[in-house]
């Protein structure tokens, strides 16, 4: 039997062996539930998820590859060999609750990849993907002042008897006004009437023209009045 007819065969064996050891996830992490919280002490010191893989065909010692292909938003995640590790002081400042990252391991043939979310638990009360929406139904607080005016105090402008000579002061707003007798005159009925003198005497004399007649004629006098 010739044995050289064999060699395609062992061949195609080897290489069917090597299709079904090919590289696996041993453990994707896509399957896992993958947090990180930041109430914990110290939430980043350990990884997130372990890139672990079987690859019977490489060396034992390991010569694979890893990478971390993306992260979505960016929130400073970084590879240690095929662990994942976070940024806890990052996750803080970008406030965001969840992260996409993408991941490849590879050896010298062929690689693997695997798309993943992490989410972040115990972020300050100010995040950026807070979607709670608060209405205020406080009184409102304006300052705005009151268009009301206290009234004003009523001002006597004739306390210091402005007006002489027994003339009647009447106040009025801002300023007096005074009612003088009819033989003075004057702002402050200061001012000798001139006029005043002869009105009076005319009033006394048609007094006396009907007076006197009348309290004759009752006495038995002259007669009727005129």
Request: charged fraction near 15%; proline fraction near 6%.
């Amino acid at each position: 039997m010739d044995y050289r007819l064999l060699w395609p065969c062992i061949f195609m064996f080897g290489f069917d062996n090597r299709m079904v050891l090919a590289l696996r996830w041993n453990g994707r992490p896509s399957d896992k539930s993958l947090q990180v919280n930041l109430n914990d002490n110290e939430p980043c010191f350990n990884s997130i998820v372990s890139l672990l893989v079987s690859d019977p065909v490489s060396d034992p010692e390991g010569t694979l590859n890893y990478s971390l292909v993306s992260q979505t938003p960016d929130g400073q995640f970084t590879l240690k060999g095929e662990r994942v590790m976070c940024n806890d002081s990052a996750l803080r400042t970008k406030g965001h609750v969840t992260y996409t990252l993408s991941v490849r391991v590879s050896d010298d043939i062929e690689s693997i990849n695997d798309t993943f979310n992490v989410t972040v638990i115990g972020l300050p009360t100010t995040s950026t993907e807070s979607t709670s929406t608060v209405t205020s139904t406080a009184p409102s607080t304006s300052t705005a002042p009151s268009t009301s005016t206290a009234p004003s105090a009523v001002v006597n402008n004739c306390a210091s008897n402005p007006c002489q000579n027994n003339g009647t002061c009447f106040s009025d707003v801002g300023q007096f006004r005074c009612e003088c007798q009819i033989e003075w005159t004057g702002e402050q009925c200061h001012k000798k009437n001139e006029n005043g003198s002869f009105s009076v005497g005319l009033k006394a004399m048609k007094c006396l023209s009907f007076c006197l007649p009348l309290v004759l004629g009752l006495c038995g006098g002259y007669g009727r009045p005129f």
